[in-house]
């Protein structure tokens, strides 16, 4: 066999960025900082979106009013993300948290799962040879779908096939702006020192 049908073999050493990761010059911190900062604007996003259908449904509150829960002052009233967020603490910690936290748990716990799966976004985004836009589609669509398999088994949301199509399509639309958005600000991050590890 000739030299030049031969196939290269890569040695990678534990701890050294994968053949995918050198191409585009990005290491597993470089991954999660891109998956962090991608995963903020796309929660970002999704909000922006779901706040434009709000107001088209004759919604009234302010932007900023609306995106940091004002309307939630007790634990009956919080959304699933508040609730989420008060039986991980009140389970880890065995106490009770008070009704005023509800609108703070309910931010830090969307704005943490939004954040925490960009991150994982990035990390196997980083890991392949080209991480394409469209991936984003996948990942929102995943995102979306984890919901409705983890929160009807806390009690939280009704099955699946409970709800009617417009429901399920608002909410996965969101989803998609928010998986195609994080791809996007991730695969951004990639272009302006392309070639170099950082």
Request: charged share 20%; proline share 5%; hydrophobic share 40%.
């Amino acid at each position: 066999m000739s030299h030049r049908n031969a196939r290269r073999v890569v040695v990678v050493r534990p701890g050294s960025p994968s053949p995918a990761a050198e191409q585009h010059g990005i290491t597993p911190v470089g991954a999660v900082t891109r998956g962090l900062i991608a995963g903020i604007i796309g929660t970002l996003a999704m909000d922006v979106w779901l706040y434009l259908q709000y107001r088209r449904g004759k919604g009234t509150q302010r932007f900023e009013d609306w995106e940091f829960s004002e309307g939630v002052t007790d634990w009956e009233s919080a959304p699933a993300p508040a609730q989420v967020g008060r039986r991980a603490y009140e389970g880890l910690f065995q106490q009770k948290l008070p009704d005023d936290r509800a609108r703070l748990v309910n931010n830090i716990t969307h704005w943490g799962y939004g954040v925490s799966a960009a991150v994982v976004y990035g990390i196997v985004a980083g890991s392949l040879r080209r991480p394409r836009i469209g991936y984003g589609l996948l990942f929102g669509a995943a995102v979306w779908l984890s919901g409705y398999a983890v929160l009807p088994a806390m009690g939280l949301y009704k099955h699946l096939s409970e709800y009617d199509s417009a429901t399920l399509a608002k909410d996965l639309t969101a989803h998609l702006v928010f998986g195609v958005t994080t791809s996007t600000a991730f695969a951004a991050s990639l272009r302006p020192r392309a070639g170099r590890r950082r």
